[in-house]
């Protein structure tokens, strides 16, 4: 009849269950990146490229001085 058993049914359950719990985790650890991402901020970012950029500027200067 090609009907599946009650065994393979609960082992289907079992797979699932494990997938989902596996999907949950990684939820988990994508909210956890995001939030320290979040914490640490483009703010530090912006201002690190910022500081190089002047750096940058202030080097040229020099070799255009010279």
């Given at each position: ?12 359950t ?8 596996r999907l949950?985790?990684?939820?988990d650890?994508?909210d ?32 255009t001085?010279?």
């Amino acid at each position: 009849f090609n009907i599946p058993t009650a065994a393979d049914i609960e082992r289907l359950t079992r797979r699932v269950r494990s997938v989902s719990q596996r999907l949950e985790g990684i939820e988990d650890a994508v909210d956890r990146l995001d939030q320290r991402l979040a914490g640490a901020g483009l703010k530090g970012i912006e201002d690190r490229l910022d500081a190089i950029a002047e750096q940058l500027a202030a080097l040229q200067a020099e070799r255009t001085a010279s």
